[in-house]
């Protein structure tokens, strides 16, 4: 009897699941006994193509199975990577300018631009540039980014510039700074460059000089003794002016108002009269005498007014009827001045207005609004 093969699927196979064993073997003929159940050969197909087959079947099995295994491989890796950085947090840091100190928990990280993961919970940062130091709050929760930025501030440069307090006994000398007048003393200069400066003060009594240095951001004193005369030494300079007006010897402001009472040295002086508000400006120049008052008046100037109205009105300056609008060529003195404006339909308008010593002086009023 021909040799018959026998196919038997009962038990899987090991690590695969689904999969059947199959075997093939020999099975002799056993003349004296009830043969099994067997496929004839003439209806089987060969037994060396079956036997590829099946060997093919489970070279497939296995490389899916080992297929699988690398993918659930790589994934429990990246798995295991994902749960390490959600437990961590990430921190980033910049500075400007760059370059700055990082340290984190007392220890140097490096400089900025920086970022590092770290555990969560509080961390003590500090960033350093040159002798500049910032303390970061940082509480940092797993999973998250925490972003900062620091600006260092630049170092303000030194003051270029410095002062020189003159005081002198007895006081009123003229003060000289390397030749310039600067004032009465005492007084003090604060837009000096840092150097040296030769200071000179006169009185009528006598004259002294020093060299004084001057330092940035600093202020410089200095005192000088001059010899006291018997007699009076001082007079004084009166302004009166019809409106406020500033009284300035050498630049710096010595009275102000309409009536001033200045106690000066005696001797001569040059006086700018001003009054910013009016565009005037005059000049003086007078002799004080020791013991005595120089007297310096101030007379306002006149200048042109036009005055007009629509469709027309009469007009009072400070209560004088100056006439019908329109009105050309009024000659008035600087000053302020209150305006009224009168018509028998449109009734009433007042105005306050300033005449100035420059520019086109015009008054002008609609009564129909």
């Given amino acids: 009897m021909p040799d018959m093969i026998v196919v038997s699927g ?12 199959v075997s093939s073997e020999h099975v002799a003929p056993d003349r004296g006994s009830v043969p099994r159940p067997a496929v004839p050969l003439s209806k089987a197909p060969s037994s060396g193509r079956a036997a590829a087959g099946r060997l093919a079947l489970v070279a497939a ?9 690398a993918t ?5 890796n990246d798995g295991l990577a994902s749960a390490s950085a959600a437990a961590l947090g990430t921190f980033s840091i910049d500075t400007e300018p760059t370059g700055a100190a990082v340290i984190i928990d007392g220890q140097s990280r490096g400089s900025t631009p920086f970022k590092a993961s770290l555990a969560p919970g509080a961390h003590t940062v500090i960033v350093r540039h ?32 410095g002062a020189i307090s003159v005081v002198t006994d007895p006081p009123g000398a003229h003060v000289l700074v390397d030749g310039r007048a600067r004032g009465a003393s005492p007084i003090t200069l604060t837009d000096l460059l840092a150097a040296d400066y030769k200071v000179s003060v006169t009185s ?3 004259a002294a ?12 004193s200095v005192v000088f003794s001059l010899p006291r005369a018997s007699g009076p030494l001082a007079g004084w300079a009166a302004v009166s002016s ?9 630049n710096s402001i010595i009275g ?26 005059d000049t003086r120049t007078v002799d004080v005498a020791a013991g005595k008052v120089a007297s310096i008046q101030v007379d306002a100037p006149k200048v042109i007014v036009n005055v007009n109205a629509r469709p027309w009105a009469d007009v009072f300056i400070d209560g004088k009827n100056v006439g019908q609008t329109p009105i050309g060529n009024l000659s008035l003195a600087i000053g302020t001045y209150d305006v009224v404006f009168r018509h028998p339909e449109f009734g009433e308008r007042r105005q306050t207005v300033t005449v100035t010593a420059k520019g086109a002086n015009r008054v002008a009023v609609d009564m129909t609004k």
Wanted: glycine share 12%.
């Fill in 61 to 69: 099995a296995a490389i899916i199975l080992l297929a699988g295994l």
């Fill in 130 to 161: 040159g002798a500049e130091e910032r303390r970061v709050p940082l509480m940092l929760a797993a999973g998250t980014e925490v972003v900062h930025h620091v600006e260092f501030g630049a170092v303000k440069p030194a003051p270029m510039v």
């Fill in 242 to 250: 019809p409106f406020d007006v500033q009284v300035l010897e050498d």
């Fill in 209 to 220: 000089e020093r060299t004084v240095a001057v330092r940035a951001g600093e202020t410089a």
């Fill in 10 to 21: 009962v038990s899987g196979m090991p690590g695969v699941p689904g999969m059947t064993e």
């Fill in 256 to 281: 102000t108002g309409r009536n001033s009472k200045i106690m000066m040295p005696a001797g001569k002086h040059t006086f700018s009269i001003v009054s910013q508000a009016l565009g005037y400006q």
């Fill in 72 to 76: 659930f491989g790589a994934r429990y």
């Fill in 204 to 206: 009528e009594t006598g």
